[in-house]
């Protein structure tokens, strides 16, 4: 495994394991294949040493250049996709085209040239799982958090795209025989997340002088992992996982969205109340619970960021010390927002 592309390796996630393949794994030198559309910045790879990480500008639904970039390569790591849930509300034609017709693309030039491919995806393509409250005995039994046999059941065009995508690999895998594995993840946080996102927006919003904003009544259920943790699993997935098998990566992180509110609030500084609640999401998720159990005894992980208080803390920081990364963006993030009163 010495050269490897990493699809989407400018956004949040994918960037993330660059840095964790750059620090981790000296021997392998790292294609990232990004379009760089509003959720990629080429910042996410600054200080990363250009002979070992280059920068390729593109999209994934190019076949000319997938298929050229593809015959040098040992693997393709897949991250990119258009990932969020509120925008494929909105419009969900680039989610079908980027997480649909790429991730093809990708899958033909790799079943042409014979080479490794891993899938990232998420553990929304499951639908949701009722709120823990409402279960008997509290959600503690089997069944009550995601395994591999789940049944798929997305909800929202983004969820349905990325459903959709993990069954073309596991058709590929089983009709062409690609050395492919899938893995399917929970809620990350971490640095250079787009402030789009939940952690972020309510960060950024209070450092911008702003109420942040919660959906509904913010019982909605999300189970969040450290991003270096979800790096560090698909390393090991795409290193000694089984060719065809799916590992679902998760770290025990359940919290709802209104504890998660109250504690960056408390972390800032500011009175636990002080948010506001804004309409809800269409269709919104009520709970995402991982069971990692076959991760953990097939290929030994484990994940090693538990402390969420310590994890958000630094990302706080990490986004009070990196105003210039998110400023510019910050006012028309909220403008868009404000259209559907969120
Ligand atoms: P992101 O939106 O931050 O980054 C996506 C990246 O893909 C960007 O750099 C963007 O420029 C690039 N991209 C988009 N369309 C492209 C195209 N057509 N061609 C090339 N590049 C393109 O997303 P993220 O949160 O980092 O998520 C990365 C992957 O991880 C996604 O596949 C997502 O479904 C999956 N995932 C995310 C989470 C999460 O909590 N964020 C959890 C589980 C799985
Ligand atoms: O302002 C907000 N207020 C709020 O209450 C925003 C942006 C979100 N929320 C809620 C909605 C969700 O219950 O917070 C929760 C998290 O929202 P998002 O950050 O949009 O994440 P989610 O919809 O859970 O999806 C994320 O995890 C799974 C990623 O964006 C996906 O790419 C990944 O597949």
């Known amino acids: 495994m010495k050269n490897i592309i990493v699809t989407g390796g400018a956004g949040f996630i994918g960037s993330n394991f660059v840095h964790y393949v750059v620090k981790h794994h000296p021997e392998v030198h790292v294609t990232v294949l990004d379009k760089l559309t509003y959720a990629g ?117 983004y969820s349905a795209s990325k459903a959709g995508s993990d069954l073309l690999v596991r058709a590929w895998v089983r009709s062409f025989g690609l050395q492919a594995t899938i893995s399917n993840c929970s809620n990350n946080y971490g640095p250079y997340q787009h402030i789009e996102k939940f952690i972020p927006r309510q960060i950024t919003n209070i450092l911008s002088g702003e109420r942040p904003k919660l959906y509904g009544d913010g019982k909605n259920v999300r189970d969040w992992i450290h991003t270096e943790d979800h790096s560090a699993a698909v390393w090991l997935i795409l290193t000694k996982g089984t060719i065809g098998e799916t590992y679902l990566i998760g770290a025990d992180g359940e919290k709802d969205n209104k504890t998660v509110l109250e504690l960056i609030l408390r972390l800032m ?23 990692a159990t076959k991760l953990k005894e097939e290929l030994g992980w484990q994940p090693q960021f538990t402390n969420f208080e310590e994890g958000l803390a630094d990302t706080i920081d990490w986004y009070m010390n990196n105003r210039e990364w998110w400023q510019a963006e910050k006012a028309a993030v909220e403008a868009k927002y404000a259209e559907n009163g969120q």
């Open 269 to 291: 500084g500011k009175d636990a109340q002080d948010y506001d609640h804004v309409n809800d999401r269409p269709g919104h998720d009520l709970r995402y619970a991982i069971d």
């Open 41 to 157: 910045n080429r910042e996410n790879l600054a200080g990363l040493p250009t002979d070992r990480v280059k920068l390729v500008v593109g999209d994934i639904a190019d076949a000319q250049l997938v298929n050229s970039l593809v015959a040098e390569a040992d693997a393709v790591v897949h991250y990119a996709a258009e990932s969020h849930n509120d925008n494929s509300l909105q419009d969900p034609s680039p989610f079908i085209q980027t997480n649909l017709v790429g991730t093809f693309t990708l899958l033909e030039a790799c079943r042409l040239k014979g080479v490794r491919f891993h899938h990232v995806s998420t553990d929304e393509v499951y639908g949701d799982l009722p709120l823990r409250e409402d279960l008997p005995g509290h959600g503690e039994g089997p069944g009550e958090k995601f395994t591999d046999h789940t049944p798929y059941n997305p909800s929202s065009p």
